[in-house]
């Protein structure tokens, strides 16, 4: 985030951009009405200059850094969020020389949210549709001449060529000046219901930037617009799909900022320009304040476009120490984080704020001093939760989390497949008897107990 400084160059007003864009195709007067969840297209929120915070990424001040995104089964089912890059076929095609600045910016862009949930003690990440080494795939796309004049021509187009999924939200390059970003245009239209059945949940939408504002705060922000980001109501938020917390990535005075304020506020001044809800009570946060708007309205976090947790499955849990790094170090991290440690950024690398909060971890479980994560702390970590009864053929989420622990504990693969079959209950006898504890079978109130604790 730190790569990003304010211009001195300050947009002109929103209409003044967008008259001078030629009355942008889909202006206010032009535009369908919202038409619900049935609609093939509602209005997107429209971001005609580029804000001042944005600074241009162009292709000189790309990172080095290769693109570090989170991997998540095949990279393909499921709801994920997919880069394309659209042309017309007068246009020169250049997804060869920005692809791998497009996967760039989208690291940047997962970044932005896993810091955004870490704030709050929480764990998201995008899911991306990617390959198979888990980079985010940017696939190219000729559109009709003249398509890309338009949000509604282009998304058309899109549609026309197969993206239409509503398990998609499509972030779309644009060789257009003919917007700077523009997001929405799919089922959600306004939809601030807290649960599951949002309409936010669904796609497919299309966040796009267009040339003269390609980078990865912009992308971050007109994606944020298709997964529900800023929706009236929320305290801080604008009349135009915005807020006026002055460092957050969905704030700028988009022409509806209420009065009071009047004006842009610097509510998080310490923090870095462009992170995702600033004070986490307008759109997003994994662990909402009780009684406040975001607790009862939609909010981002909860999306099923992201990833809420890594991957915690392995078949075997291996020690750990300061400098490793991998998979099952981001797993231990997020379970020390559940756990209510602050292991710094859940990110795979075991440093001194991982190595620092193990050590609390250990503390607070009673376990042996250490800053280590070995066999006892993997177990009471990958047990921690609930406690029902499980016996043969229970099923489900508690059942594998039994089973990973079993695996930590035994030291050998428990088939982590949330069924209590044969294998899990010979396991679970062969841990009671080794634990000293009753031989059952049955992992009852003494078994998690025992497992809970690191045994
Ligand atoms: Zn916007």
């Known amino acids: 985030?730190?790569?990003?400084?304010?211009?001195?160059?300050?947009?002109?007003?929103?209409?003044?951009?967008?008259?001078?864009?030629?009355?942008?195709?889909?202006?206010?007067?032009?535009?369908?009405?919202?038409?619900?969840?049935?609609?093939?297209?509602?209005?997107?929120?429209?971001?005609?200059?580029?804000?001042?915070k944005w600074a241009p990424d162009t292709p000189a001040s790309r990172a080095a850094a290769a693109a570090a995104t989170a991997c998540d089964g095949d990279g393909t089912s499921g709801k994920r969020v997919q880069i394309l890059y659209a042309r017309e076929p007068q246009?020169?095609?250049?997804?060869?020389?920005?692809?791998?600045?497009?996967?760039?910016w989208a690291s940047q862009v997962d970044e932005a949210i896993r810091l955004g949930a870490e704030d709050t003690g929480g764990y998201r990440r995008i899911r991306y549709v990617h390959d198979a080494s888990c980079v985010p795939t940017v696939t190219g796309v000729v559109v009709p001449t003249g398509a890309l004049a338009d949000f509604n021509t282009t998304f058309t187009a899109l549609k026309n060529?197969?993206?239409?999924?509503?398990?998609?939200?499509?972030?779309?390059?644009?060789?257009?000046?003919?917007?700077?970003?523009?997001?929405?245009?799919?089922?959600?239209?306004?939809?601030?219901?807290?649960?599951?059945?949002?309409?936010?949940?669904?796609?497919?939408?299309?966040?796009?930037?267009?040339?003269g504002c390609w980078g990865w705060a912009p992308t971050l922000h007109e994606l944020l617009h298709t997964l529900g980001a800023v929706l009236r109501g929320a305290p801080h938020a604008t009349s135009n799909g915005h807020c006026w917390d002055d460092e957050d990535v969905m704030c700028y005075d988009d022409g509806g900022i209420p009065n009071p304020p009047g004006d842009l506020v610097k509510s998080c001044p310490t923090a870095p320009e462009n992170q995702v809800d600033c004070n986490h009570d307008d759109y997003f946060s994994t662990r909402p304040t009780a009684g406040s708007w975001l607790a009862s309205h939609w909010n981002v976090a909860n999306s099923q476009f992201l990833i809420t947790a890594p991957r915690l499955d392995f078949t075997a849990y291996p020690a750990?120490?300061?400098?490793?790094?991998?998979?099952?170090v981001e797993a231990a991290e997020y379970l020390v984080q559940q756990a209510g440690q602050r292991p710094g950024p859940v990110d795979g690398v075991y440093d001194a704020a991982t190595a620092s909060a193990v050590t609390a971890y250990r503390q607070a479980r009673g376990l042996p001093a250490g800053?280590?994560?070995?066999?006892?702390?993997?177990?009471?970590?990958?047990?921690a939760g609930s406690t029902p009864t499980l016996q043969r053929n229970s099923t489900g989420t508690n059942v594998r989390r039994l089973q990973r622990a079993l695996t930590a504990a035994l030291g050998?693969?428990?088939?982590?497949?949330?069924i209590f079959g044969p294998d899990t209950e010979r396991a679970v006898r062969d841990y009671q008897s080794s634990r000293g504890l009753d031989v059952d079978g049955i992992v009852g109130r003494n078994t998690w107990a025992a497992l809970q604790a690191g045994r």
């Open 320 to 328: 750990l120490a300061t400098g490793a790094t991998g998979p099952a």
């Open 161 to 211: 060529a197969g993206y239409n999924r509503t398990d998609r939200k499509y972030v779309l390059y644009a060789e257009t000046t003919a917007w700077c970003g523009l997001g929405g245009g799919g089922p959600g239209a306004g939809d601030d219901r807290p649960g599951a059945e949002n309409r936010y949940n669904s796609g497919p939408d299309l966040a796009t930037v267009g040339t």
């Open 371 to 383: 800053d280590t994560v070995d066999r006892r702390v993997w177990t009471a970590l990958l047990a």
């Open 91 to 104: 246009q020169a095609d250049r997804l060869g020389e920005y692809r791998a600045t497009f996967q760039q």
């Open 412 to 418: 050998r693969t428990v088939a982590i497949d949330g």
């Open 1 to 52: 985030m730190g790569r990003h400084r304010k211009l001195a160059v300050v947009a002109a007003s929103v209409a003044t951009v967008v008259a001078a864009l030629g009355g942008a195709p889909a202006g206010h007067a032009a535009a369908p009405p919202a038409t619900g969840p049935a609609g093939d297209v509602t209005e997107p929120v429209r971001d005609p200059g580029p804000v001042t």
